[in-house]
């Protein structure tokens, strides 16, 4: 079955940079929108950055865009979340998600997204 595990969380000052890592497996090599999300406590799951994978055409949530970068390796089984520019506000659990759909299309809605991975926490202090 499909299987998603998110790495790379940890505890930041404020300026820095972090990678997250997403690790996929269990579905075939059709093309899919995968993205990134986060939840912080008491507050809804937002859309961050996404991916449909084949094309690397990416969309990003407006307070990310300029610092986060989202990316994929070529062997399409790892997703990726460049983090710069840490602020405070970033602090949050991330957590990657593919698509209910395969093929192209973008999305930074999370009902847009079945399949989740476990999450990594990320605390910008």
């Known amino acids: 079955h499909v299987q998603l595990v998110e790495s790379g969380g940890g505890l930041v000052q404020a300026g820095g940079s972090l990678r997250l890592s997403c690790a996929a497996s269990?579905?075939?090599?059709?093309?899919?929108?995968l993205g990134w999300f986060r939840q912080a406590p008491g507050q809804e799951r937002e859309g961050v950055a996404v991916?449909?994978?084949?094309?690397?055409?990416?969309d990003y949530a407006d307070s990310v865009k300029g610092r986060f970068t989202i990316s994929q390796d070529n062997a399409r089984v790892t997703l990726y979340l460049q983090m710069d520019s840490l602020r405070p506000e970033d602090t949050a659990m991330y957590y990657c998600?593919?698509?209910?759909?395969?093929?192209?299309?973008?999305?930074?809605?999370?009902?847009?997204?079945?399949?989740w991975g476990q999450g990594t926490q990320v605390t910008v202090s």
């Open positions: 998600a593919r698509a209910r759909w395969s093929g192209p299309g973008l999305s930074l809605d999370s009902t847009d997204f079945a399949v």
């Open positions: 269990g579905y075939t090599n059709e093309r899919w929108c």
């Open positions: 991916i449909f994978t084949g094309e690397n055409k990416a």
